[in-house]
């Protein structure tokens, strides 16, 4: 038997959220039901808007923004001959949390990943090269994932840079298996940064 029409469909757009089968999908849609008051429900519904409306990559770094530019690439204290390149905004978070690093970020937004056709201009790789002719930055350092498409990746870009006097270095690999920056705690990502290598 199905629930009504309006509860089958909180339950259905629950279930578009990765990792969210029905079971879960259904207790939250009853938790919406019977716990949320219309004032909840109001700043949900206004908190999806805003986040479509407002949330834009950043025109420097690539990095999630509620402005033209981020507040990281805003920042002047910040030691602007280092760039830190990242595939997603979620790692900027976490590495930014765990306070090891004060240069700036470029958010590849993904890697490169032939079998799904994904190719260098599929990614922010053109931006960054476009970034790296300014004059104060000295050094890049990939801290890409350790999957095959994240060593493609970081490979791709080494090649790039081999021509320029741009330092490229890579985070050292401590990281816990799969290599997975999002997962990294605190301490791991310090000594990843510590002790990064020449590429
Ligand atoms: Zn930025």
Partial sequence: MDYPDALNKLIESFMRYPGIGKKTAERYA???????????IADFIDSLHRVKEEIKPCEQCGHLTDDSTCVICKDTRRDQTKILVVETSRDVIVIERSRSYDGLYHVLDGVIAPSEGIGPE????????ERLRNDDVKEVILALNLSDEGETTAMYINRLLEKTDLLCTRIAYGLPAGGNIGYADVVTLHKALEGRKKY
């Fill in 122 to 129: 599929d990614i922010r790789i053109k931006p960054l090269l």
């Fill in 30 to 40: 009853f938790h919406t039901l019977h716990r949320f008051e219309n004032e909840d």
